[in-house]
């Protein structure tokens, strides 16, 4: 269900279509919602730079408030809340037997700040800022047994406003009020319908109710600061790194991106939850694109991330991979075509982090388990062995760090008010429980913590950082040595190894096929007689999942970060997965498709073009056709 942020339910026919979805779209960060008047170019969800052991890290935050001192902004929502749940259904409304007042209501608020430069070609085509802030307004009404929120009505329980940017109270509360009031008349519409469903459609498999009943959460921490940093400064880098792209003519497009956001989420609930918790991010994208002489489009992609910007690589450091990535395009665009391949292959740790995300992870997320459209690939499984029993799979989103990279799927508390937790999702092998939000399924009641949303969506159970362990690890150099062998024993000219990857996308519902695809962007052929590895371009994987996860014969002893963005159901929002390198028996490839459109005609313009006549008119002045 990974879209090319991890998460499309489509798959990317082509780059352009990649650039549409990424660039030309007008997105915005994770606060994003129909609400709200600014418009910000999405993060793109492309590798991080990889690290080799795990760590632990406190996350840097603003210290907590004063005892006993509350934000304005999480009273005013306390306060409005209180009202609002104490004061509806109690009175009918005109044409009902009875009141039915709401059992559950709970406000949340993103407050964010955020800045975000752009350049291509070496020139600034965007250098914006600003703040918003924006409520998610949730209102239940029946009982958690079933409410307005069950089966297909699951998004009806939500209302966004945009709120004021100033700690105005009455103006704070008539927004919430306003949201509240319209969030309450379209649960009870949505509550009459799903009553009305429920007697006319057969037995569900799982019956389970459709709130879990949870303990209240309280944690004031401190705001997160207001972006700031030196934009001159910045805007500069961002130019100079966008400018490197010249000294190659044929990248025909680059762009460079820098986004920083720091935000503050608010959560207060019926149940007494109160939570303020801060989270900061900074990320420098980097794309680059190309066409080969037969029409293929081709494109490589870079990001760094940090929680601020003090924590991104030195300038030195970030034009080196700029030429890196740009000779490498080069390369590809004279590397010959894929042919379809079914044998051995190695993914790199990137490679593998993705693989898992979409092979694995989203099939591990709770409500996949439930609802008569989902496919349920390991409903039944628990307790069963579902990987080689020398794979382990975790998901930590309060583990902040691998080795000195930042793992941008990271947080507190979810959005439903929930405190993070790790969760071991396979041992040895064996698959133990799913990822939970407070949607129940059969044998699994409560939340672990993983309850995710953009902004104006539902939270469901999501990934946060998916963390792949190996007690069967070898130096790489053997991997591929091993590579070689089962070729050889295939019968195969040679094995793949991915490199680099961008993206793909996972299918989990029962009315089309049990697969997924994932997109590479440098893969080579390792020949069992020796000749050199050679790079081959237009490649992407296919499989089903089953047997994809059965054919892992070892790992690599050193693990990868790939940090991006996942969208689903619930949104888009920000995802991280770590990985060894893996050695697989059997992968299947396909040729992605192919343009018939021909490199550019008209030739590139030549640095300082038209600066001799320039010259020129500045000595003599403009020639004129006639006299004065």
């Not at 469903?197 to 209240?216: H, M, Y």
């Not at 054919?551 to 997965?577: K, M, R, Y």
Request: charged share 25%.
């Amino acid at each position: 269900m990974l879209l090319l942020d991890f998460s499309r339910k489509a798959p990317v026919k082509d780059f352009w279509d990649f650039w549409d979805f990424w660039v030309r779209e007008p997105r915005g960060f994770r606060i994003r919602s129909l609400a709200m008047a600014v418009a910000l170019i999405a993060l793109l969800p492309f590798p991080a730079i990889g690290a080799s052991s795990s760590a632990h890290a406190p996350r840097t935050a603003a210290k907590d408030a004063p005892a006993g001192q509350t934000p304005i902004l999480l009273d005013v929502m306390t306060t409005e809340l209180h009202r609002a749940f104490t004061s509806l259904g109690k009175t009918a409304a005109p044409g009902d037997d009875k009141p039915l007042p709401p059992y559950f209501l709970s406000y949340s608020v993103s407050d964010a700040s955020f800045a975000s430069i752009r350049a291509q070609y070496g020139a600034l085509v965007e250098s914006s800022g600003g703040r918003v802030r924006v409520a998610d307004v949730q209102v239940r009404v029946g009982d958690p047994k079933l409410d307005n929120t069950h089966g297909d009505h699951r998004s009806s329980a939500v209302d966004s406003v945009q709120l004021p940017l100033t700690d105005d109270r009455e103006a704070l509360a008539r927004s919430l009020w306003f949201a509240t009031n319209t969030g309450y008349g379209d649960a009870l519409d949505n509550y009459l319908r799903v009553k009305t469903e429920a007697q006319v459609r057969a037995k569900e498999e799982d019956t389970s109710p459709d709130f879990s009943q949870e303990s209240p959460q309280a944690h004031i921490g401190g705001a997160a600061p207001p972006v700031a940093f030196d934009r001159a400064a910045w805007e500069q880098r961002v130019r100079s790194l966008s400018k490197v792209f010249r000294d190659y003519p044929e990248v025909y497009q680059n762009m460079v991106m820098l986004t920083v956001q720091n935000e503050t989420d608010y959560f207060a609930s019926s149940e007494g939850s109160q939570i303020v918790a801060p989270h900061q991010m900074a990320r420098l994208v980097v794309v680059a694109v190309t066409r080969a002489d037969d029409g293929m489009d081709l494109f490589r992609d870079q990001t760094f991330e940090a929680e601020t910007v003090d924590g991104l690589p030195r300038q030195a450091q970030l034009e080196a991979a700029m030429r890196d990535l740009a000779e490498s395009l080069e390369a590809l665009r004279k590397a010959p075509v894929t042919e379809p391949f079914d044998g051995p292959a190695i993914l790199s740790g990137r490679a593998a982090a993705v693989f898992f995300h979409e092979v694995l992870g989203h099939r591990l997320e709770g409500q996949r388990q439930r609802g008569d459209e989902e496919g349920q690939t390991f409903t039944k499984d628990v307790g069963k062995e579902v990987l080689p029993s020398f794979l382990s799979v975790a998901d930590d989103p309060t583990q902040t760090k691998f080795g000195n990279t930042w793992l941008s799927g990271s947080y507190e508390y979810d959005d439903e008010g929930q405190k993070a937790q790790r969760v071991d999702l396979i041992q040895d092998g064996v698959l133990k429980t799913f990822l939970m939000s407070r949607l129940p399924i059969a044998s699994f009641s409560s939340s672990n913590g993983h309850g995710r949303a953009e902004t104006g969506r539902m939270p469901t159970g999501r990934q946060g950082n998916l963390i792949v362990t190996s007690t069967k690890s070898v130096p790489e150099a053997e991997l591929r040595k091993e590579l070689i062998e089962e070729a050889k024993k295939q019968g195969k000219p040679y094995g793949l190894y991915f490199e680099d990857i961008s993206s793909g996308f996972a299918v989990t519902t029962r009315s089309s096929p049990q697969a997924f695809q994932v997109i590479p962007l440098v893969v080579w052929r390792v020949y069992v007689d020796g000749r050199p590895d050679e790079l081959v371009r237009g490649v992407s994987i296919v499989g089903t999942p089953l047997e994809a996860m059965k054919s892992i014969l070892a790992t690599g002893d050193e693990s990868e970060v790939f940090n991006g963005e996942c969208g689903a159901e619930s949104g888009t929002i920000p995802v991280s997965a770590v990985a060894p390198a893996m050695l697989l028996r059997d992968i299947e490839t396909q040729r992605q498709p192919q343009g018939i459109a021909r490199p550019p005609i008209l030739p590139i313009p030549a640095e300082n073009q038209g600066q001799g006549t320039r010259d020129q008119e500045q000595k003599t002045g403009p020639q004129s056709g006639g006299a004065l």
